[in-house]
């Protein structure tokens, strides 16, 4: 057998202008699967607007409507008064009584979250500067959070009324206290930090989801080892795959955050270069898990389910989209920090309802980085230019 040497001029199959055209045709090949293939399209933009839809109307963390009750014992002018303020605040549905013990059994079984109790002796003690009236509030406490909403809305209710009351009897309010603020969020609105962790979910699962199908059904169709034939490189090879992906993640992120905005009526107070260098910095470990999984499984029923498992649930429980953080154990506190949206979360809330501040995107984003390269490097060595 003789070796012939390439005719001069011959492009070499490792020059760096071959590269760049294998890497370019491996991009298009992928680019035209994604637009042929409906699955890619529907987790793309169709998955991320159910669940953008699913929380921003049907999760609400805001006791609006909330069913209370309240009690006169005592009908005088200034209890009625009262009550009637009750009764106009947007976040109580009153139920009005004049015995305790008629609403004791509706607080037992949920009918009413608390009980608002205005007693006898109200209007003598709004009458003496020396007594402060006292308005016992009994709350469910099987519900805590919504407890603790519900007490600081009717405490909120006590407040402005008596404010009112001194302001039209023309005299101070007795004592001093603390005046609120509520910076970035006046409306005390849950959705203005729940549809930016919606988004940071929808690119955490798109992102991972979408690149773990990829590898598994390359595997399962036998194109894989068509390709292990060519001068394709694995490295060349998941970039090539990666690309479109990442384009497309960037498009899905594009589309919620606008639905974020122009539907849900989520301010937007940073820049557009913030959010695209955030959401760029964390489609880096999203896609290169997604790789990792579809790399190691090489089947896409079993990497769609690791990919749930190993993007969706630490991005809802351990990311501090739900549950803040620094009220778990320390222990999980720990594993929070090894969670790709746990860095995402709080710069994509930042960005939306406060503006830029590049102070903390700037090690967020270095973060994500680092994880990105940890799980791209991963799936570059579990990618073997050889048939297992």
């Known amino acids: 057998m003789t070796y012939s040497a390439p005719a001069h001029g011959a492009e070499q199959p490792f020059s760096a202008r071959a590269r760049a055209r294998r890497l370019l045709a491996l991009m298009l090949k992928e680019a035209k699967q994604i637009v042929r293939d409906p699955s890619s399209i529907l987790i793309a933009f169709v998955l991320p607007l159910i669940l953008l839809f699913l929380f921003g109307y049907g999760v609400s963390l805001d006791a609006t409507r909330t069913k209370i009750g ?136 798109v992102g991972t989801l979408l690149t773990a199908l990829v590898v598994a059904r390359e595997w399962e169709r036998g194109t894989m ?32 955050a606008s ?3 122009f539907v849900f009526q989520v301010p937007f107070r940073g820049s557009v270069l913030a959010l695209f260098a955030i959401s760029s910095a964390f489609l880096l470990p999203s896609l290169g898990l997604g790789l990792l999984i579809s790399a190691a499984t090489k089947n896409q029923f079993l990497a769609s389910q690791m990919a749930l498992l190993a993007s969706f649930l630490p991005t809802f429980l351990l990311s501090g989209f739900i549950f803040e953080i620094n009220s778990m154990p320390k222990v999980i506190q720990w594993i929070c920090q090894a969670v790709p949206a746990r860095w995402l979360i709080p710069s994509l809330q930042t960005v939306f309802v406060a503006g830029d501040l590049w102070s903390l995107f700037v090690k967020d984003i ?9 799980f791209l490097g991963l799936a570059v060595s579990r990618t073997r230019k050889k048939v297992a």
């Open 70 to 205: 309240v009690v006169m014992e005592a009908p005088s002018p200034s209890a009625r008064g009262l009550a009637s303020a009750f009764q106009a605040s947007p976040y109580f549905e009153v139920r009005l009584a004049t015995d305790r013990r008629e609403l004791e059994e509706p607080l037992a079984r949920r009918e009413v979250r608390g009980i608002v109790v205005i007693p006898a002796k109200f209007d003598a003690d709004l009458n003496k500067r020396s007594v402060t009236p006292e308005v016992q509030v009994i709350l469910d406490g099987a519900d805590p959070n919504t407890a603790a909403l519900v007490q600081g809305y009717v405490q909120g209710v006590i407040n402005t009324w008596a404010s009112v009351r001194a302001v039209e009897a023309g005299r101070a309010l007795a004592g001093s206290g603390p005046e609120d603020r509520m910076w970035f969020n006046p409306e005390h609105s849950s959705r203005y930090f729940l549809v930016p962790g919606t988004v940071a979910v929808v690119m955490a699962l």
């Open 225 to 256: 080892e068509a390709l292990m034939a060519t001068p394709v490189t694995a490295v060349e090879l998941l970039v090539g795959k990666v690309v479109p992906y990442f384009l497309l993640g960037l498009g899905s992120m594009s589309l919620c």
């Open 259 to 261: 639905i974020a905005v």
């Open 366 to 374: 270095a973060v994500l980085v680092l994880f990105g390269a940890l």
